[in-house]
């Protein structure tokens, strides 16, 4: 907030620095012309980073993130990439480039969202780097002098941004070095490039070097342009006139700070450290015009030569302006800064060639000042920058900008003017209608009052450490707030400060919040602890842990130059490890950020006036920052419980007025019990009237200040870039923030009013249209907040170029979906839609402001609340983020879409029997209900093509439907369920397929809960006769393996006794092993007896004894009587029928066919048919025993029993 007098109307968005993703950073070794240890000259080198930010102290942080120096350079002929963030780091040895568009043409393939890191073999001089862009390739060329002055050339073309494999070509190809003879044994010291084949090089002598390439020769020439110009002592060391120590160099007084071609190509136009302006002629080489900064006569001018020279260091002093229509006839205009007397002073040029009258003032009789001792509350001041922008149609309209410094303090301010208008009324302007820039919520300051700061906030009674440490978190994760480096490395200084104490292996593994969590718990947490004193010493370590993170973070916002992009006419701050857009305030940012001056007595200045157009503005400007004061003034504990009932009235469905509702928050929250009469009395000053006289229209007013209104149309031929996204979502939270708070004030000074006022407001004051107007607000920022600070792990893309990149990464890193970039949900969900929203032309420095407003409102605009709800919750749930989806599903409503939505949910979480629930609730409207049509519903394709056939034609479809998602849970027992309530929802003969494929589906999940009754009762409902016989194999397989003979053989099997016996039959052919496997045999024997076939159950039992004789091993053991068991059922079974049935017919071995005797799974026998009686049987029997009584005498046989025996 602006404490001073200047009207604040701009606002920073600061954007972090960092990798599109790992392996896009591409470093770069240039090659040396020194010689190496051997002889030989270093070649080049490229590598790719993959930023490893684990294990990094402070130094390598210092190296590799806090730049020194850095700018932006802006293109012309090419459309993209076009705007170029560098940076200079690792001691000024290191030139960061990458591209920074907000936007591209939407048939761009290809995004420019790689890192250049170009490694230089000296360091870079100050003021000694240039950029230009070359006419005859879509490239950008690099100009570099280094301490050894080398000219260093570096040609990047465009692919080098986009395509990993582009920088791979040779080195020497696009990286050219020399030592120009112009300004050999001298020290550069300003380097400008008139266009890629023309340079211009200030010396420390005062010489001026105009180089172009000469294609011919392939080297630089040129010539050089200085008073002594054909004199021998341009040769030697100056010692002819004072000096200035730069950078371990002596710079002649007449050595020129600032340098630049006329717009006519005829001078060279330079300001010189010893106050003066100079114009050489380019043909002849003469020096022109040659006057001082302020104008001085010559001999003020040779007095003050001898005891005052520019600082060094000052980056801008002039600027050369063309503008249709100059001032006393200029053919153009040389706009100066003095640094004596912080001047600055509008040169009109008629003839550069006369030191006469060739310059004149063209803002004769003003005092150009900026107030910065006022703006700044200071004495000691420096400008670093400054931009003249002309206005549409000369000098009406036109704009500066300027960055200025005291101490480590740095502030932008801008201006509008009228170069033409009266003297009095410029100097007037110049005095009084400057503007500031806001800094934004991301300053150390800022984030010491941000609401979700734990560092200031008071720490409720019943608050854990495990809530602490959430809140932490919460802050430090916060997207956009802090990079990743700064946190690790903060956590490295962290660990290393208390190295002392042991740290756990958990400590050092996992991700970096794991990690953290577990240093802070070791460090903090003994074993003499309770609970509070616990709680007390967590709390104490993330404050140290924060002040570490503070600390980088305050110098990663250090301010580095003031960048102003003309095609866009967009002002921009490049920071030592941030960039930041300059945008306009919106309607309430502004009575935010100007609260001082609105609630202040006095007048406000021009452009605030400007600004709040209106008286009703300004009414709207003293409530919201009265209703901002008087919710400050409350305890935080009434403030918390305020918002924590007006969240949960929100996220309940209550049937109740809307007067209750409002009671029963201010009951609950004891609002009114803490409001004092002074706060009451500073409310009012702070109003300007009565509380009760403030009106329904004032309160919808201040509300619609939140609002978006239409303007222009859609961009539908551009995509939007990466720093284009960051940038929509820096300001959208930032916007999100400041509107939760604006409606909380509002919220809680409506309810005080609700409650205190009854009776006493206007009689056409309505609190409830007030209080439903703010809570709808509320829910809407809620929403949207959750999304943009909520991170998921599969990322969308926001484009076409954006698509084939990530298609690109999710290759080359075989990923899947799970791409290691960081992107909220409100990115991904509503990133591709960002020029969707209308946008007028020539937006400027409003572009941000009205986009991300508009990017906002269009998530509830299309649609309401609840349907786009609905649909953000497909989109989890479609994207696979449960977890998420479990936290945003309190956004959801009570109806029919969102129901089935939380039963999508609940069945991927494995909460079966809720989503069970969920998926019967909509049931009759999703399966019948006339209005509801899928397709309108799930716009995030959730539900297949397929399936949505499903719904609107009829409960059975629905359930069918429901069945498969329970399907493929493998949740069976509901599969059961939902397939039983389809079959009953089915009419007459209607679809005989549906009901075929649900009693199948019933059947299987039957099966595999082990309901045989339920999957007998489906099979038997089978008209499918091939379907019903392999269902019947499975439960009869099943229900053997599953030892539940007795029930099987208590089914009737209706119509499929013999059916059965076949497959009973089939399974005894197939067992191999009797003692291990089924006991088919001995289940098809009781399946027969069962169906009073006693013969048929004594052959499988006869079956059984040959199979036995002949495969096991246990006929010859004594102590076995399986054989005489067996003999003694068929014997019985035989008996139960009369004399002439009491036979079976059964295969018999042909004797002599094989070895006597055959092992498992080694060979059948072959048989031949025969009658076997029951005498047969019984004299078998005999002879069985009568073995078994031989081998327990010790006589054993050596062949079968069958067979004559030969006893020992």
Not at 182 to 201: I, K, M, N, Q
Not at 936 to 941: A, I, L, P
Not at 1147 to 1169: N, S, V, Y
Request: glycine share 6%; aromatic share 8%; with cysteine.
């Amino acid at each position: 907030m602006v404490n001073n007098g200047g009207t604040c109307l701009y606002k920073e968005a600061r954007l972090n620095i960092e990798p599109a993703f790992p392996g896009s950073t591409i470093a770069c070794t240039l090659p040396s012309s020194s010689l190496s240890t051997f002889g030989s000259r270093p070649a080049g080198k490229r590598s790719v980073i993959t930023e490893q930010h684990v294990d990094r102290d402070e130094d390598a942080f210092t190296r590799r993130h806090l730049a020194t120096d850095g700018s932006m350079y802006f293109r012309r002929q090419h459309a993209y990439p076009r705007s170029f963030l560098w940076r200079v780091l690792d001691h000024k040895k290191m030139l960061e480039i990458q591209a920074v568009d907000l936007d591209h043409d939407f048939q761009d393939k290809f995004e420019a969202n790689l890192t250049l890191l170009l490694s230089f073999p000296a360091p870079i001089r100050p003021f000694c780097l240039a950029f230009a862009e070359p006419t005859d390739r879509d490239a950008l060329t690099v100009f570099a002098i280094t301490t050894a002055n080398e000219l260093h050339t570096v040609t990047l073309h465009r692919d080098f941004f986009a395509n990993p494999a582009a920088s791979e070509a040779d080195m020497e190809t696009w990286c050219k070095r020399s030592e120009p003879a112009l300004f050999s044994g001298r020290v550069p010291y300003r380097l400008v490039a008139v266009d890629a084949e023309e340079l211009l090089v200030t010396l420390d002598d005062g010489a001026i070097c105009r180089m172009f390439w000469d294609k011919a020769n392939n080297a630089w020439d040129g010539s050089r342009y200085q008073q002594s110009n054909w004199s021998v002592r341009g040769l030697l060391s100056w010692k002819a006139q004072p000096t200035v120590r730069y950078e371990n160099a002596e710079l002649a007084i007449s050595a020129a700070a600032a340098v630049a071609i006329s717009p006519d190509k005829q001078h060279i136009l330079s300001v010189c450290l010893d106050h003066t302006i100079r114009a050489w002629n380019i043909a002849s080489g003469k020096p022109g015009a040659h006057m001082d900064l302020l104008g001085a006569d010559d001999g003020a001018l040779e007095r003050a030569n001898s005891t005052y020279s520019i600082g060094p260091s000052q980056s801008t002093l002039m600027q050369v302006v063309e503008v249709l229509g100059g001032v006393g006839g200029a053919h153009y205009h040389v706009v100066t800064y003095s640094p004596k007397q912080h001047q600055f002073k509008f040169w009109g040029v008629r003839d550069a060639d006369d030191p006469e009258t060739g310059l004149y003032d063209a803002a004769i009789g003003s005092e150009l000042v900026p107030p910065i001792d006022e703006l700044m509350n200071t004495t000691v001041w420096t400008l670093e920058e400054f931009y003249i922008i002309p206005g549409p149609a000369g000098w009406r309209g036109s704009e500066i900008w300027i960055r200025a410094r005291s101490g480590p303090s740095s502030r932008v301010y801008s201006l509008k003017f009228d170069l033409t208008d009266l003297a009095q009324n410029r100097t007037q302007t110049w005095k009084n209608d400057w503007v500031a820039v806001d800094s934004g919520p991301l300053t150390v300051e800022a984030l010491k009052v941000n609401p979700a700061n734990p560092s200031g906030r008071e720490t409720d009674s019943d608050q854990t450490h495990l809530d602490s440490t959430e809140q932490w978190l919460d802050f430090l994760f916060f997207p956009g707030r802090f990079t990743t480096a700064t946190l690790e490395t903060s956590l490295l200084i962290y660990k290393r400060a208390l190295e002392r104490t042991r740290l756990s292996r958990s400590s050092s593994r996992g991700s970096l919040k794991e990690r953290l969590c577990a240093t802070v718990t070791a460090l903090a947490v003994s074993g003499d602890q309770d609970a509070q004193q616990a709680g007390d010493s967590i709390a104490a370590q993330w404050q140290a842990y924060y002040g570490l993170v503070k600390d980088l973070h305050k110098r990663r916002g250090e301010l580095l130059s003031l960048v102003y992009d003309r095609e866009t006419d967009r002002p921009w701050l490049v920071l030592s490890d941030h960039l930041s857009a300059i945008r306009n305030c919106s309607q309430s940012e502004l009575t935010s950020v100007n609260a001082a001056a609105i609630l202040g007595s006095q007048t406000l200045r021009k452009p605030l006036r400007k600004a709040l157009d209106t008286s009703d503005s300004r009414d709207v400007a003293r409530l919201l920052n009265a209703a901002s004061s008087f919710r400050q003034r409350l305890p935080s504990f009434v403030q918390r419980e305020v918002q924590r009932h007006m969240e949960m009235d929100l996220l309940q469905s209550r049937n109740i007025t809307m007067m209750d509702r409002m009671e029963w928050i201010e009951q609950n929250s004891d609002l009114s019990q803490h409001v004092s009469d002074e706060d009451v009395t500073l409310l009012v000053e702070e109003l300007g009237t009565e509380v009760k006289d403030l009106s329904t229209q004032t309160f919808l007013l201040a509300i619609k200040t939140l609002g978006y209104e239409e303007d222009g149309r859609p961009q539908s031929r551009k995509q939007i870039a990466r720093y284009g996204l960051s940038a929509l979502l820096r300001v959208s939270q930032e916007m999100l923030e400041a509107d939760h708070e604006i409606l909380l004030d509002l919220l809680v000074l409506i309810l005080f009013m609700f409650v205190e006022l009854e009776g006493e407001t206007l009689d056409d004051f309505d609190a409830e249209e007030v209080f439903v107007e703010l809570l709808g607000q509320y829910k809407d920022c809620m929403t949207v907040s959750w999304l943009a600070r909520t991170v998921w792990a599969r990322q969308s893309a926001t484009g076409p170029a954006s698509e084939i990149s990530n298609r690109t990464l999710s290759a080359t890193l075989k990923t899947g979906q799970k791409l290691p970039i960081t992107q909220t949900i409100l990115e991904g969900v509503y990133g591709d839609r960002a020029f969707e929203v209308s946008l007028p032309k020539a937006m400027k420095a409003n572009l941000l402001t009205h986009w991300s407003r508009g990017w906002l409102v269009s998530i509830f605009q299309e649609s309401d609340y609840d349907a786009a709800v609905e649909d953000i919750m497909g989109k989890l749930l479609g994207s696979r983020e449960y977890d998420l989806a479990m936290d945003f599903s309190k956004f959801l409503k009570e109806g029919y879409w969102a129901a089935y939505l939380r039963g999508r949910l609940y069945i991927a979480l494995g909460e079966n029997a809720l989503a069970s629930v969920y998926f019967q609730k909509p049931a009759y409207h999703l399966a019948l209900g006339a209005m509801f049509d899928v397709a309108e519903q799930d716009t995030t394709n959730l539900v297949s093509e397929v399936d949505r056939n499903s719904f609107s034609e009829g409960l059975a479809q629905y359930y069918s439907h429901v069945v498969g998602l329970f399907e493929k849970a493998k949740a069976y027992s509901y599969v059961a369920d939902f397939a039983r309530l389809g079959l009953r929802s089915l009419l007459g003969q209607d679809d005989e397929e549906l009901k075929t494929d649900l009693l199948q589906r019933l059947f299987t999940a039957s099966i595999q809960t082990c309901r045989f009754c339920d999957a007998y009762s489906a099979l038997i409902r089978h008209s499918d006769a091939a379907l019903k016989h392999s269902d019947l194999q499975t439960l009869v397989t099943s229900m053997v393996s599953q030892s539940r003979t007795t029930e099987l053989l208590s089914f009737p099997f209706v119509g499929l006794t013999d059916t059965v016996d076949t497959i009973l039959a089939s399974l005894c052919q197939k067992t191999l092993n009797l003692a291990s496997g089924p006991p088919y045999h001995q289940i098809l024997y009781s399946f027969r007896i069962s169906r009073n076939n006693f013969r048929g159950a004594a052959s499988i039992l006869y079956e059984r004894l040959q199979r036995l004789k002949t495969t096991s091993s246990k006929v010859h053991d004594p102590a076995d009587d399986s054989l005489t068991r067996c003999y003694l059922m068929i014997i019985n079974t035989l008996s139960s029928v009369s004399k002439e049935e009491a036979y079976i017919l059964a295969d018999q071995r042909i004797e002599g066919a094989g070895p006597p005797h055959w092992g498992i799974g080694q060979g059948k026998k072959l048989l031949k048919r025969q009658i076997v009686t029951l005498d047969t049987l019984r004299k078998e029997y005999q002879a069985e025993l009568d073995r078994v009584a031989a081998i327990e005498s010790g006589q054993f046989p050596f062949v079968d029993a069958v067979d004559d025996m030969h006893i020992l």
